[in-house]
């Protein structure tokens, strides 16, 4: 807890939490949303535990778009993302005409967007930005690509141009691959340094040389992503050493709040726990679960 005020430990109690701490409510960097028909597809990947998540990982909030969508509403969940990822060529600009449909229909919901390195990369990406987009999402251990494919060096010189965020999974966890850990996402970073990303999941396994590459590059941030979770911290822990530093690169503006809506096994209320139990503050509280991105997404 922070100070006497209890951390929510069921969803109905996340309202209480950020009105004790004088949000607006909350802003979520990492959340969801998929065509349903793909969405079953991923929810079944999880189900049998594929090569990728490597864990028995039940899928919390099953629900259709729009009973999840009410359910952030009723959390507080001001500001959310549709983030999709494909998986293989082909799939990335079919992937962002629905999610920022979803986002044009749905008040909350940031405009995103998604890439792979294929030749028309650039191209659709321009086409998204046009359109509105404000974040993108990159998962590299799903999509199977190394960060410095040239296919992808106008994409980043787009979006380093353009200052738009882009949500990268960059980190070994929950199952490493050739292309994830530090080393080929700070390859990136030496190509664009002015790139604006949020690495996903704190950079687990690798948090200290995540933070380290915060400290290093003005744009890059961090999300919270399942981390201090009981489910997370079975596999990759947070260093606690290293708290003190999270709690700099927060109230600097650098560590944001995510959740991984609704493909987790816990209750939405335990990210929140997980963060309050660090004990790092209410301002810090405030920063990472609405002033940060606020700042960064502009919002009202």
């Known amino acids: ?46 189900d049998a535990a594929g090569p990728l998540v490597g864990t028995e990982w039940p899928i919390r ?13 009723r959390l507080g969940v001001r500001a959310f993302t549709a983030l999709a990822y494909p998986h293989r060529p082909g799939m990335a600009e079919s992937l962002n005409r629905w999610t920022l449909d979803f986002a044009a229909r749905t008040p909350g919901c940031l405009p995103s967007a998604t890439f ?15 359109a509105g987009a404000r974040v993108f999402k990159v998962h590299v251990q799903v999509g199977g690509f190394r960060p410095t494919d040239p296919a992808l060096d106008a994409v980043w010189g787009l979006l380093a141009d353009a200052g738009v ?26 190509r664009h340094p002015r790139l604006a990303t949020v690495v996903a999941h704190l950079g687990a396994p690798d948090y200290v040389a995540f933070l380290d590459l915060a400290d290093r590059y003005a744009e890059v941030r961090l999300d919270t992503t399942m981390a201090f979770t ?6 990759v822990p947070f260093p606690p050493a290293q708290r003190p530093r999270l709690r700099e690169l927060g109230l600097a503006g650098k560590v944001l709040l995510g959740s991984d809506f609704p493909n987790i096994p816990y209750p939405y209320a335990e990210q929140l726990d997980g963060l309050a139990r660090l004990d790092l503050g209410d301002d810090w509280l405030r920063a990472v679960c609405w002033g940060n991105a606020a700042a960064l997404f502009d919002l009202a």
């Open 165 to 190: 965020p882009v949500v990268v999974h960059a980190g070994h966890a929950p199952v490493g691959t050739a292309h994830t850990g530090p080393e080929p996402f700070a390859a990136l970073l030496a």
């Open 116 to 130: 792979f390195p294929e030749p028309d990369a650039a191209r659709y990406v321009a086409d998204a930005l046009t």
């Open 230 to 235: 009981s489910f997370f911290d079975r596999f």
């Open 1 to 46: 807890m922070t100070g006497a005020f209890p951390a929510p430990a069921e969803d109905e109690a996340v309202p209480a939490f950020w009105q004790r701490l004088g949000l607006p409510g909350l802003a979520d960097v990492h959340t969801h949303f998929l065509p349903p028909r793909l969405l079953a597809k991923v929810w079944a990947y999880f």
């Open 61 to 73: 909030y099953r629900w259709d778009d729009d009973t999840r969508v009410a359910h952030l509403g």
